[in-house]
């Protein structure tokens, strides 16, 4: 069974201070696809990034960095210089394994709140 | 413009009056899906579709149907809504049901069921 746990709940930083949400991801597959995405609170889902289990590139895509790490079956999210429109829900999702069924497991999300 | 639409957005029903919320997508995805979001649960699947006709069950199907008599319509319905289906739930599409493209997600419907 795939299972995806953000273990921080909620977490609040003042602006500009740079901020790391956690994802730790349970899966037996070899290949699985690892995502992120935001939720506003105007409530949609806002993709942010796909990443699959062959590559362990660190991504960075503007003040957004994303940190894999195979051996600790970890994909941390790290926000640099944090702004006010950073406030929102962030989910991890894994996907992979369920061939035909691109179902997205995720965690439980992590609210982040940034104080201006 | 390509997106998935949800309809309603905001729905308050009683239990056991029958409802459909719709979902279309403009991008001729073949995989589409349902999830409901509850607190401290995350999302969780309903019902996901490979392609016209095919359907199947995701992780919390009871109380739920879909069809899918159209590449891009996945009506979900709710036969005899109850209480504990007060949620948010969100329809996905996505390219292929042969790899985990990126799912694009509709706007969300918040359902309350008194």
């Known amino acids: 069974a795939q299972k995806v746990t953000q273990a921080q709940t909620e977490i609040s930083v003042v602006e500009k201070e740079d901020v790391t949400l956690d994802c730790v991801y349970e899966t037996r597959d070899t290949t699985y696809y690892l995502f992120w995405y935001k939720q506003p609170p105007s409530g949609e889902l806002v993709f942010l990034i796909r990443?699959?289990?062959?590559?362990?590139q660190n991504e960075i895509s503007g003040r957004y960095s994303w940190n894999f790490q195979k051996s600790t079956s970890s994909f941390n999210f790290t926000i640099t210089a944090s702004q006010v429109v950073d406030s929102a829900v962030y989910f991890c999702?894994?996907?992979?394994?369920?061939?035909?069924?691109?179902?997205?497991?995720f965690g439980t999300g992590t609210r982040l709140t940034i104080i201006p | 413009e390509a997106q998935v639409t949800q309809n309603p957005r905001y729905l308050i029903t009683v239990t056991g009056k029958k409802l459909t919320v719709t979902c279309s997508q403009n991008?001729?995805?073949?995989?589409m899906s349902w999830y409901r979001q509850d607190p401290g649960l995350g999302l969780r699947q309903i019902y996901y579709s490979m392609n016209v006709e095919v359907t199947d069950k995701g992780d919390v199907p009871e109380g739920y149907k879909v069809s899918r008599k159209e590449k891009r319509n996945f009506p979900l319905i709710l036969e005899s809504p109850s209480p504990n289906q007060t949620s948010l739930y969100f329809c996905a599409s996505s390219f292929s049901a042969t790899s985990p493209y990126e799912q694009y997600f509709g706007p969300g419907t918040r359902l309350t069921v008194t």
């Open positions: 991008m001729n995805h073949e995989y």
């Open positions: 990443r699959n289990s062959f590559d362990e």
């Open positions: 999702a894994l996907s992979g394994g369920n061939f035909g069924n691109e179902k997205l497991t």
